[in-house]
């Protein structure tokens, strides 16, 4: 079975553009969980999707922003992008939520903010 | 608050010895799931372990052991025959069922494995 994909696996953004990343779960995950690793904060929960609805949010500006396709693919975007942004982006996968399944992640997004 | 405390940076160990990563948190919950995680330099987290805090007998997985203390609340990971792969940072993370249903996770410790 395919692992977590996440696209693309670098980027290279100068501060006020918007990104957009993605991530493929693992197949039959229905729920997606992102998070941001900086050498500074650590690992930090941005959100969770399941059903095509955010579940759970962390405490990220309104600039953060996420979406889950039908297919159970997801999306989160960036917009405004500031230095401080700049970090690894995890993406997670879980069959069902708030059971305390294994998330398996994605390889990441590392995002470089100019 | 729940907080999770990874209390050693670094670490370093010959190929083969044993090794034990401390992993220690905070919470008034009852009902939580505990992992550890493996981010090797490829930066791929890798799942290691898991454990259920309602379960007494402690999980084991081939060359990882944990060694859970839910009075104390400790939870450290034991890597016995340590290999040259096994070098990684270790993240300690909860999964709290009650309240936010999000993965916490720990600093990180950075295991180095000599040989």
């Known amino acids: 079975k395919a692992g977590v994909t996440q696209t693309p696996r670098y980027l290279i953004k100068t501060r006020g553009q918007q990104v957009t990343l993605s991530c493929s779960p693992i197949?039959?995950?229905?729920?997606v969980s992102w998070y941001q690793q900086t050498p500074g904060q650590g690992l930090q929960f941005l959100f969770e999707?399941?059903?095509?609805?955010?579940?759970n949010k962390g405490n990220f500006p309104g600039r953060f922003s996420g979406r889950q396709f039908s297919n159970s693919r997801s999306e989160m975007n960036v917009s405004t992008l500031e230095l401080g942004d700049s970090a690894l982006y995890l993406c997670?996968?879980?069959?069902?939520?708030?059971?305390?399944?294994?998330?398996?992640f994605g390889p990441g997004t590392r995002l470089t903010v100019t | 608050a729940q907080t999770v405390t990874q209390s050693q940076p670094e670490m370093s160990v010959q190929e083969a010895e044993t090794v034990t990563l401390s992993c220690t948190y905070d919470t008034s919950e009852s009902n939580y799931y505990l992992f550890w995680y493996k981010q090797p330099p490829s930066r791929q987290m890798i799942l290691v372990i898991r454990q259920e805090a309602y379960k007494q007998q402690n999980a084991t997985e081939n060359r990882f052991s944990v060694n859970f203390q839910k009075a104390a609340k400790s939870f450290s990971l034991k890597i016995s025959d340590s290999q040259l792969g096994d070098t990684a940072m270790y993240f300690c993370?909860?999964?709290?069922?009650?309240?936010?249903?999000?993965?916490?996770f720990g600093q990180g410790t950075r295991l180095t494995i000599n040989p």
């Open positions: 999707y399941f059903s095509e609805t955010q579940r």
């Open positions: 993370a909860f999964f709290f069922i009650q309240g936010a249903q999000k993965l916490v």
């Open positions: 997670a996968s879980t069959k069902e939520p708030g059971q305390g399944n294994e998330q398996y």
């Open positions: 197949s039959g995950h229905r729920s």
